[in-house]
């Protein structure tokens, strides 16, 4: 589950992926709140509480605050996107004057145990 604390355009995320989109398709539902993407074609879709909703390669997300979801990935896809989006999440936070963790900075090794 995510919560988002922060209305967030998180294009940035991407940026350096094919396309600076996320190429993975996702699942999920909306449990609290709104959540939206926008799709290659510049298409804005947002979802509210109690949508469950399918979105395909070649998007970004856009986070509202207060929201609540669940959503799903396939183990291989999230492998290939987690390295791009996590890099940019580490600039982002150094750019924000934000503690950046120490430790070893997260893999794409998801859903390996």
Known sequence: METHLVDLDAAFLFKGAPNDQ??????????????????ADGVEEVFEAGDAFFVGPGHTPIT????EIV??????????????????????????????PAGPQPSSQVGED
């Not at 996320?22 to 799709?39: D, F």
């Not at 509202?64 to 929201?67: E, I, Q, R, S």
């Open 22 to 39: 996320c190429q993975a398709p996702h699942m999920g539902y909306v449990l609290k709140g709104e959540y939206g993407m926008r799709t």
């Open 71 to 100: 959503y799903f990935t396939r183990t291989e896809e999230a492998k290939r996107e987690l390295p791009v989006a996590m890099a940019n999440l580490m600039k982002y936070m150094q750019a924000q004057g934000m503690e950046v």
């Open 64 to 67: 509202f605050a207060g929201c």
